[in-house]
């Protein structure tokens, strides 16, 4: 099982960034995906989630009007488009495939809002 994250890096405030998630190794169709990040000396926050079928999304009320998530199941990707982007929006973003058995984690990609 395999969750690669993409598409970090800095941008300044209220720039755009789009992170990728290619997931391989499982029945993607059967897991919902979610985005989840975490700063120095916080705990890790959900950000958003889909649904397996991508018909439902839901937002952390830090981001919501901001970011976008979606996937896409004949690539067995998950994106999360984040529009403009705040200094606290820095972070590690990880990306999340969750069953009602298994919970699978990606390493990582760092996001850096700063001027």
């Known amino acids: 099982v395999q969750l690669v994250e993409s598409g970090g890096g800095l941008v300044q405030p209220g720039g755009s960034l789009r992170l990728s998630c290619e997931a391989s190794g499982f029945t993607f169709s059967r897991y919902f995906m979610s985005w989840y990040r975490q700063s120095p000396g916080k705990e890790r926050e959900l950000v958003a989630f889909i649904t397996r079928g991508g018909g439902i999304t839901n937002y952390s009320d830090s981001v919501k009007g901001r970011f976008i998530i979606s996937r896409d199941g004949a690539a067995n990707m998950v994106y999360l488009q984040m529009n403009s982007l705040k200094p606290e929006d820095t972070a590690v973003y990880y990306c999340?495939?969750?069953?009602?058995?298994?919970?699978?984690w990606g390493q990582g990609t760092q996001v850096t809002v700063s001027s």
């Open positions: 999340s495939a969750q069953s009602s058995e298994y919970n699978y």
